[in-house]
């Protein structure tokens, strides 16, 4: 006899249910069923039982939350009429009626649903508003369900206003969308809008949980927690996810496990639904982080290539590392709120507050913004991996960098002793005598016994420096700190002016003929006030404003205070002209007679008589004269200049400077002079011709 052969492990059983995925077998039938939308459930369950039932409704939020679902239980509730046929709108539809099953189906006639992402003409909007205007076959409202309704063209919006403003009674509209923000405010304006909050992750784990137990799967709580987490607030993310670990275990039919040895038949852990979703554990990116802060690259790298090979994302990596980051700013902010509800271990919990505290907050920041960056480039990038292992370098080497109140408190740690040595006044050196004055500060050295320098010549007496003069009056020097070294500064003196035009008033006094022929000196004029720049430019005019013209100019008692006046009121073309082009025949009060040189302009003299009688308020006569007359200031200042040039070459003291070094040639005498093309000259001349050859800030060379 022989033997049957023996059943193959195949082929479920014709009798088998067909399989559904979670999403839609959990799918909520009831508004008590619909976790998380409190508001809306409250609002709906107000405005049936007070027959205040808006025509449109418009829900909004992300994908998975139920906005599909919501508007088939409106559609239900509207359409129930109760097990016994004599019901109506209702908020508990009974779900054994025709329309509740229909709906529940997907095949009633009267509730029409469209997708506006493969429908986006005004084509299908006119069907939609052609139909609307027919009353319902058996249920008491026609309703459409537009999905994806922002999907919709500019033309099947414009053309379905009308009919969503005034709409026949016995219609109602729900719209879907992901995409608030694209649909046109008329639209919004005329339905009744409803925002399905996501759910936080206390509840999504609440729901997995539960439907995991309906399943008969063995899930812990911390798989739970991390399913939740990844779902971001979707159910029926978070549900797909839970499909696909369930599939991993053996479970039968009626629950229990098909192979009791098989390590797949033992509970669902954290460890597998991180392998499976490509995870890295809470504990390895928060011992990546350490590494990070404190700055060891070559050990952060190695981290990071273990987590990628045991099946952790690169950029799942980053994301991980921002939700350290974030969690360790709670932590520093709200300790307690931050620490009930990160959902991690008592372990983890310690670490994170331990190293919370380490860091300040502006390391945080930086590294959130590193982070935030490095995201984009790891996801771009054409190695992941690569990409990541360079963001963490420059994580590690930002980690070092001091923070600026860091640099701060470092350098006024080293700047105090410094700053006490050079504010410690040096020791007076012993009176010479009496009346005599404070020396010099120490020039001999710094080592015991060391040969100290030959000594200057003194310095004249206060008396006899010479002084900076401006517009005939003298003005005290700028005081020099003691420890500034020698040479002009930005403080000293104005910067070079062009080649011809003078840089200031002062310099040797001129010629007899422009002291107005008196011999004596001039009384001193008032030193121009100085001028504030504006802080918006003005258009550059070639008049000053009429504020500075306001005040009458006093008459110029030579012919050099006449010029200076022009560079006071910055007519610069003509005060060029009469600098370097003009040779002074006669000035007296009121009447100038020059004559200018071929390159002056030939209305010259019309314009200065002009702008003479403005600013003075007095009658000028400026003649035109062939005589030879002063050689030009120009000419003046360059005398001056070869004049102190002749007696610094006759010092003695440069003259041993220049027979000591052989080769040696005088070339300047430093100091400022009034002139543009004169250069640096002494301070003053004295009215007998003699220069007074000292200059505070320099020597000859």
Not at 156 to 185: D, S
Not at 403 to 414: I, K
Not at 655 to 683: A, H, I, K, W
Request: charged fraction near 25%; include cysteine; aromatic fraction near 4%.
């Amino acid at each position: 006899m022989a033997e049957s052969p023996e059943p193959a492990e195949t082929a479920p059983s014709q009798n088998a249910p067909e399989y559904r995925v979670l999403a839609r077998k959990y799918r909520p039938a009831t508004f008590d069923e619909l976790i998380g939308q409190d508001v809306l459930v409250r609002t709906l369950t107000n405005a049936i039982r007070l027959n205040r039932v808006h025509h449109a409704f418009i829900l909004t939020g992300v994908r998975g939350i139920g906005k599909t679902t919501t508007a088939r239980l409106i559609a239900r509730a509207l359409n129930c009429v109760g097990p016994d046929g004599a019901g109506g709108p209702t908020i508990e539809p009974c779900g054994v009626c025709v329309h509740c099953v229909a709906i529940a189906e997907d095949r009633d006639v009267d509730v029409l649903e469209m997708d506006a992402a493969s429908n986006t003409g005004v084509d299908d909007v006119r069907e939609i508003i052609d139909s609307a205007r027919y009353r319902p076959v058996a249920a008491k409202f026609k309703i459409y369900i537009i999905d994806e309704v922002h999907m919709l063209s500019r033309n099947a919006f414009n053309a379905l206003l009308k009919t969503l403003e005034e709409p026949p009674e016995h219609v109602k509209f729900v719209f879907a969308t992901t995409e608030i923000r694209k649909v046109p405010v008329t639209i919004l304006s005329r339905c009744q809008r409803f925002d399905l909050r996501r759910l936080d992750e206390a509840e999504l784990a609440a729901h997995l949980a539960d439907i995991a137990g309906r399943e008969g799967a063995a899930v812990s709580d911390e798989a739970i927690a991390l399913l939740a987490r990844a779902a971001d607030g979707s159910v029926r993310d978070g549900l797909s996810l839970l499909d696909r670990v369930i599939a991993q275990t053996n479970i039968g039919p009626d629950g229990g496990s098909d192979d009791a040895s098989d390590e797949a038949a033992g509970p669902i852990t954290a460890g597998r639904v991180r392998a499976l979703l490509g995870m890295a554990d809470r504990s390895q990116s928060l011992d990546l982080f350490e590494r990070i802060a404190t700055g060891d690259a070559p050990g952060a790298i190695d981290r990071a290539g273990a987590m990628y090979r045991d099946g952790a994302a690169p950029l799942l990596v980053v994301q991980d590392l921002m939700d350290i980051v974030h969690w360790l700013t709670r932590l520093k902010l709200t300790p307690d709120a931050a620490a009930s509800g990160s959902g991690a271990t008592a372990t983890d919990g310690q670490r994170a507050a331990a190293l919370s505290g380490r860091l300040q907050m502006g390391a945080l920041s930086r590294a959130w913004q590193m982070l935030l960056k490095g995201a984009g480039e790891v996801q771009l990038a054409p190695q992941p991996l690569t990409a990541l292992e360079m963001l963490i370098v420059r994580l590690c080497y930002a980690a070092e960098l001091p923070t600026p109140a860091d640099l701060v408190r470092r350098l006024d740690n080293r700047s105090g002793p410094e700053a006490a040595a050079v504010s410690r006044p040096a020791p007076a050196a012993p009176a010479a005598g009496n009346g005599a004055a404070p020396s010099a500060p120490d020039r001999t050295g710094s080592a015991a016994g060391e040969p100290p320098l030959p000594e200057r010549a003194a310095p004249p007496p206060e008396e006899t420096r010479p002084e900076v003069v401006l517009s005939g009056e003298a003005l005290p020097a700028p005081v020099r700190p003691a420890d500034a070294p020698p040479g002009p500064g930005l403080q000293d003196a104005p910067p070079d002016p062009p080649s011809d035009m003078p840089a200031g008033a002062g310099g040797p006094p001129p010629p007899p003929l422009a002291r107005g022929g008196q011999g004596g000196p001039v009384p001193a004029q008032p030193p121009p006030r100085p001028e504030i720049a504006a802080e918006t430019p003005l258009p550059a005019p070639v008049r000053p404003p009429a504020a500075v013209d306001a005040a009458p100019a006093a008459p110029p008692a030579d012919f050099r205070a006449l010029v200076d006046l022009f560079r006071e009121r910055k007519e610069m073309i003509l005060y060029g002209q009469l600098y370097n082009s003009v040779h002074p025949v006669s000035f007296d009060a009121g009447r100038l007679e020059i004559r200018p040189e071929a390159g002056a302009g030939r209305e010259l003299s019309g314009r200065v008589a002009a702008l003479l009688q403005e600013w003075t308020g007095e009658r000028w006569i400026v003649a035109v004269s062939d005589a030879p007359g002063a050689p030009t200031l120009k000419q003046q200042d360059a005398a001056a200049r070869q004049q102190l040039m002749d007696e610094a070459a006759q010092d003695p003291l440069v003259r041993t400077v220049l027979d000591r070094f052989e080769g040696s040639v005088l070339t300047n005498v430093s100091g400022p002079m009034s002139g543009p093309m004169s250069g640096p000259v002494s301070d003053s001349v004295s009215d007998s011709g003699q220069g007074d050859r000292t200059d505070p800030e320099g020597d000859a060379a």
